[in-house]
């Protein structure tokens, strides 16, 4: 059953990923990896929403399993974020860089924080 779980979610994330990237990118004609900081920020938020929602309705765990591990583990993208900024550097976007770097995992932490607390607020 777990394991059904994270591929559904995988399943409908991968491709969610994919088409997020490809419309955000789209949008800005900046170096800076939009898309990339786009899905892992919204990946943040998401599981922090049904973080708290398991925890606070005591739902069952496979609903984290297939949202959290499933679809926000092939929404989010650690590796794209990485690659691009390693290419940021090698590029001479020094400053895109440490934006992409630093506001990743400040913005991120701070979506899952906050749709926890949002979501515990509102249950």
Known sequence: MTVLAVLLGGAIGAPLRYVADLFVQSRHESVF?????????????????????????GSPDWVLVL????????????????????????????GAAAANSVGSIVVGLGACAGGFALATALL
């Open 67 to 94: 949202v959290g591990t499933g679809l926000c583990g092939a929404l989010t993208t650690f590796s794209t974020f990485g690659y691009e900024t390693v290419r940021l550097l090698e590029e001479g976007s020094v």
């Open 33 to 57: 990896p939009w898309g990339t900081f786009t899905v892992n920020v919204v990946g943040s938020l998401v599981l922090g929403l049904t973080a708290a929602a398991v925890v606070e309705l």
